[in-house]
């Protein structure tokens, strides 16, 4: 089992910036890849960003230029660098571990946090 901690949602208004963090713990293989997914009212959920252990990085469309993703392999904890904020980014943000290859693996899930882009 893999248990997922996430940090540093909150409120923000528009253009400003946060940082999320997610720190993993438990089984978790050599191979695997971390990243962010979030679920606004009303939406699926989708993919923000995520990284593999290798350093390989994918990332939405309409986060491109605003949002970087980074990993602490040695202590199994991923990042999402948040900037130019816009009100379309509030949602629940919930932290992804994949163990083993990138598109099959075992998916594991935070409980998440709330972003809310608000003036």
């Known amino acids: 089992q893999v248990q997922l901690v996430e940090s540093g949602g909150g409120l923000v208004e528009p253009g400003g910036s946060l940082r999320l963090s997610c720190v993993a713990s438990?089984?978790?293989?050599?191979?695997?890849?971390m990243g962010w997914y979030r679920q606004a009212p009303g939406k699926e959920r989708e993919l923000v960003a995520r990284?593999?252990?290798?350093?390989?990085?994918n990332y939405a469309d309409s986060v491109k230029g605003r949002f970087t993703i980074s990993r602490d392999n040695a202590k199994n904890t991923v990042f999402l660098q948040m900037n130019s904020l816009k009100p379309e980014d509030t949602a629940v943000y919930y932290c992804?571990?994949?163990?083993?290859?990138w598109g099959n693996g075992v998916d594991y899930w935070g409980k998440g946090t709330l972003v809310t882009v608000s003036s």
């Open positions: 992804n571990l994949r163990n083993g290859a």
């Open positions: 438990g089984s978790i293989f050599s191979i695997n890849s």
């Open positions: 990284r593999s252990s290798g350093g390989y990085t």
